[in-house]
Structure formats: C-alpha cells, structure tokens
C-alpha cells in the first residue's frame, strides 16, 4: 500500500510558530524593534483587515533583508541545533520515527519559510514544500519566489510535487484553517492529531 503523509510544520509538529522564534535568535534586538513596529499590524491582521502574505513578507524582510543566503543557513543551522528535538511535540516524533519507509512519502507543507525549516525537513528525511525566500546574487531581497505557502496554494504545491504519481492513501496533518484545503484533498485528514 502506498502512502503520502502531509504534515503542516507549526504547531502541528512544534510547540510553537517557528517564524518569530527564528526571527528573534538571528538579530534579538532588531526582532525587538521591528516587533514593536509591526503590533500596529498584528493587530490588523487579528481584526482580519489586513492581508497575512503581505504583513508577513514585511516583518520577515525588516530582519532578513540583505543578508547572503550563507549568513542565514549558517544561523538556520544553528537554529536547529539548538531546538530540536526540545521544539517538537514527543507524540509527532514517535509518530515520524515509526513511518514506514519503504511505501511512504513524506512532505512537510509550510507557511514558513524554508529558510529555516529546511535542516528540519533534512532531518526527518522528507520533502519540503513551503514559501520561498528570493534571492538575487545570493543576497535575500526581502521578497517571495511565488504565494504564501497556506490555504489553497498547499494543495497547489502538492498538485505540482507528485504529479501523476499515484497513492492508495493520503493522509493529512493540521492545526489551523490554513490547512482545510490539504484535508479536503486527504483521503484521511487529522486535526490536532499529536496535541
């Protein structure tokens, strides 16, 4: 039987959204600053009178904005190191560590960008579908390669990702609305499965 596994990242997997704990470990005091300059925003984004995409592209590239693609690979990786596995949700782990491999593919599916959810994907040994940073000349312009990893734009991802391959069962992982769309797409959808 062949399988595909789609598990969201934040909060599904981890504790804990992992762009503003990144965002704080590369610069803590310019994450301070910029948080401060954006609560006008996050609370816009609350009220639902703001475009998500667009407030998350400008926090993101108040930080990362014109640094190399090395200076933040190398702070990527640190940033693994140091959270894994205290990041991750015991029952997720075990859930991972058991797959079996043989019949089964795994993606992660992110909002987040793969800037730093990378070495995490690297570890679990799966596929890694989420936003792409832009770079130009290996220097990070602040924007994205194509839409905000959520909603529909999952399923599209994933569409494009396995093609014509053909899969007797797909099962989904999720915790918010973002991910309604994968668990329509799912044979077999689990909301809140490993809290």
């Known amino acids: 039987m062949k399988k595909l596994y789609l598990f969201d990242f934040d909060g599904t997997l981890t504790y804990k959204d992992t762009m503003f704990l990144f965002l704080k470990f590369y610069n803590p005091a310019k994450f301070s600053v910029q948080f401060l300059k954006h609560i ?23 930080i990362l904005k014109g640094r190399s ?20 949700r015991e029952n997720a782990l075990d859930f991972i560590n058991n797959i079996d491999r ?18 995490f994907a690297d570890k679990f040994n799966m596929k890694l579908l ?27 991802r994933i569409k494009l990702e396995i093609g014509d391959q053909k899969f007797d069962k797909i099962i989904a992982f999720g915790d918010t609305s ?6 329509k797409f799912a044979n077999e959808s689990h909301y809140r499965f490993f809290h």
């Open 130 to 156: 989420s936003t792409q940073a832009e770079f130009k000349d290996d220097i990070f312009t602040g924007n994205f390669v194509g839409k905000n990893c959520n909603k529909e734009e999952k399923v599209n």
């Open 178 to 183: 973002g991910d309604k769309a994968m668990f």
């Open 40 to 62: 006008p925003l996050f609370v816009l984004l609350k009220l639902k009178l703001a475009d998500t995409e667009a407030v998350k592209k400008n926090f993101i590239s108040s």
């Open 69 to 88: 693609r090395h200076q933040i690979e190398k702070k990527a990786q640190q940033f693994f190191e140091e959270n894994y596995p205290s990041l991750f």
């Open 102 to 119: 043989q019949n089964t593919e795994s993606y992660i599916i992110t909002a987040s960008l793969d800037l730093w959810v990378k070495p």
